[in-house]
């Protein structure tokens, strides 16, 4: 179900523009997440790949403002102006609408009612009998909805977020980038625990940032996190609703809050990975 309560008409009419100059609205949108998240990184380079991509195809031929690397900046803009005034998923509720017209889409979403209840189920902002930082996991994170959620209940806490597909681990990794939270993000399916690639995403006090971790970082991620699962379900004699033996099954996986050892949750072994 898309979110009604989001007004997204006027991005998604931004990005229409290009996609009736002959692309698919799958590779705008694509295009627009990867642009988006490049120039956070400042990553030149396959940002230009991007660019040059809608060059080769004429982009250039439009008037100034007009070409589709402004409307994709003008997106941007009209992306961070939704967020500001509803601080929720704005993305996912991008990707819902603009979606509905091709099956390369392929998600639905989470809707926010029920994002709220599955983090208040998963006692996330509730008391917590020990010191430690909280972590909030979401082995099928989709646009990252419920982490965003979670996020606004407990800003403070460590935020993990797993998908198999590329573009929904990109939205969340953006989500978790503009929401200002402590995060880790991975592409990779939590059934067989595979981990292609994941973003860090930093709090800090003039905004968050994103970074893409190397290789031999998400190996270290992976081995923390299968830990951190599995110690949490083992502390558990009868597993609750939230907290399954299963970490990530199709569609239908709860957030999981548990709480990691402080010096775990440092962030230190991940620093100067890049
Ligand atoms: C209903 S959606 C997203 C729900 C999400 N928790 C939210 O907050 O909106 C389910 C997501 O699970 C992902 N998914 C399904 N099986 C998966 C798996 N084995 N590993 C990782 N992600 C998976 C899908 O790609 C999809 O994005």
Not at 145 to 171: E, H, I, N, W
């Amino acid at each position: 179900m898309a979110s009604p309560q989001i007004d997204v008409n006027e991005i998604v009419a931004t990005l229409e523009q290009i996609r009736q100059r002959g692309h698919s609205a799958h590779t705008v949108f694509r295009d627009w997440v990867n642009l988006v998240l490049f120039a956070l990184q400042d990553r030149d380079d396959p940002y230009l790949e991007i660019v040059d991509d809608y060059r080769e195809r004429g982009d250039m031929d439009h008037p100034r403002g007009q070409r589709s690397v402004d409307l994709f900046a003008t997106a941007f803009g009209q992306l961070q102006e939704r967020m500001a005034a509803t601080d929720a998923d704005v993305l996912g509720a991008v990707y819902e609408e603009y979606g509905m017209s091709s099956d390369a889409f392929g998600q639905y979403f989470t809707p926010h009612s029920v994002c709220e209840t599955m983090a208040e189920i998963a006692g996330v902002g509730g008391e917590s009998d020990t010191d430690d930082r909280q972590t909030v996991l979401d082995p099928a994170c989709g646009s990252g909805r419920t982490l965003l959620v979670a996020g606004r209940k407990q800003p403070d806490a460590l935020f993990v977020g797993q998908d198999k597909d590329p573009l929904c681990a990109r939205m969340t990794a953006l989500n978790c980038c503009f929401l200002n939270l402590d995060a880790y993000i991975i592409q990779g399916d939590s059934l067989t625990v595979e981990f292609q690639r994941a973003w860090q995403t930093s709090y800090s006090s003039l905004g968050g940032s994103v970074r893409e971790l190397d290789d031999e970082a998400v190996e270290e991620l992976r081995e923390w996190v299968t830990d951190a699962f599995e110690n949490t379900v083992e502390a558990e004699d009868q597993p609750s609703p939230t907290q399954g033996t299963d970490t990530g099954a199709e569609d239908q996986a709860s957030p999981v809050a548990t709480s990691v050892p402080s010096e775990q949750a440092s962030l230190g072994a991940f620093e100067g990975s890049d």
